[in-house]
């Protein structure tokens, strides 16, 4: 049973549009969120996190967002670039719960030039 | 130095060997994991070391063996393994306390023939 969940395994976006990355989850005792980004023969990389106290949380031109009530939460990357492009993991963690992130199956982000 | 170093990139063994995957940080970080990811899947956690303690074991078959030297090193000892265990092997160290960023290493990919 997958308690986090990517539906789109992969995503295709222009260069300089807004790609929207989705991740759900069903475990309401999550309370962190992270976004790791992947490349090829790489291991995931730490982009931005989100504690359930906040709904939104801005980097740059990474911004994720939190709906607890839907139990959803969504990485915006705006403008795109072809550097963005890589599989990108959700994950999950709960107070308490020593360290375990749980991982999403991953989106497969292609950003077109 | 903000790196997860992990040795040997890749390795192909028999059932019948002995083997070990080893894993070095130099940021202080006070707990260290080891992921096991199959293609085309999210990583898997396996074990997890909180100062040197072994805190969680996943119900990982015993024919994996982890092992934390020291604060810095963390060992993945191999030994009659199943073509099944066949996947990218995934170190990463975070600065202890509540689960925060993972810094992950690149993996060692391993085959079992």
């Known amino acids: 049973d997958q308690q986090v969940k990517q539906n789109s395994p992969s995503l295709s976006v222009q260069e300089g549009r807004i790609s929207i990355l989705n991740c759900d989850y069903t475990n309401s005792m999550f309370d962190y969120f992270l976004w790791y980004k992947k490349y090829p023969a790489e291991g995931p990389t730490f982009l931005i996190s989100?504690?359930?106290?906040?709904d939104k949380n801005e980097d740059g031109r990474f911004t994720v967002f939190l709906n607890k009530s839907a139990k959803h939460l969504s990485l915006h990357i705006v403008p795109s670039q072809p550097g963005d492009s890589a599989v990108y993991f959700c994950?999950?963690?709960?107070?308490?719960?020593?360290?375990?992130?749980?991982f999403g199956s991953g989106t497969q982000l292609t950003v077109l030039p | 130095d903000t790196e997860v170093t992990q040795t040997p990139k890749h390795l192909v063994m028999g059932m019948t060997n002995k083997k070990s995957l080893k894993c070095e940080q130099h940021m202080g970080h006070r707990a260290m994991y080891w992921y096991k990811q199959k293609a085309k899947k999210p990583p898997e956690l396996m074990f997890v070391?909180?100062?040197?303690?072994?805190?969680i074991n996943e119900s990982v078959p015993s024919r994996f063996s982890p092992e934390c030297p020291n604060s810095s090193l963390l060992n993945l000892h191999l030994h009659a393994l199943q073509p099944e265990d066949s996947a990218l092997y995934l170190c990463?160290?975070?600065?202890?306390?509540?689960?925060?960023?993972?810094?992950f290493g690149e993996g060692s990919r391993l085959t079992v023939l």
């Open positions: 070391y909180s100062y040197e303690k072994l805190s």
């Open positions: 989100i504690s359930s106290i906040k």
């Open positions: 990463a160290s975070s600065r202890g306390g509540s689960v925060g960023e993972l810094f």
């Open positions: 994950a999950a963690s709960a107070t308490g719960s020593a360290r375990q992130l749980t």
